[in-house]
């Protein structure tokens, strides 16, 4: 069975840093596109950021861009999302997905055939 795993959220004060990871059990991860998303409650899930299975490219949101690093590993079929000077808006509960239906990644969640259960990040002093 195919399965996404998050860990690593919790909480930090503002400008701290905070490395999320994702754990794939069931399929080669090296075949799919991975991304991260992030949702508020009450509001659209958010494309945070997303590495391409074809190249590596990378993708980001505006809201992330030079603040947040998307990574992967293959070989232990992991990825991870490392953020850095975080602020309050950034609090949500963060997502990682994929999918190998595209040969460039996006940041459209209707993309993503598979999903995580969601980490809490809470950024607050």
């Known amino acids: 069975q195919s399965q996404l795993v998050e860990s690593g959220g919790g909480l930090v004060q503002p400008g701290e840093s905070l490395r999320l990871s994702c754990d794939a059990s069931g399929f080669s991860l090296e075949y799919y596109g991975i991304a991260w998303f992030r949702q508020v409650p009450g509001r659209e899930r958010e494309g945070v950021a997303c590495i391409s299975s074809s190249d590596g490219s990378t993708y980001y949101g505006d809201s992330v861009k030079g603040r947040f690093t998307i990574s992967r590993n293959n070989a232990l079929k992991e990825m991870y999302l490392q953020m850095n000077s975080l602020q309050p808006e950034d609090t949500a509960v963060y997502y990682c997905?994929?999918?190998?239906?595209?040969?460039?990644?996006?940041?459209?969640?209707?993309?993503?055939?598979?999903w995580g259960q969601g980490t809490q990040v809470t950024v607050s002093s």
């Open positions: 997905a994929a999918d190998q239906r595209f040969r460039v990644c996006s940041l459209w969640s209707s993309d993503y055939k598979f």
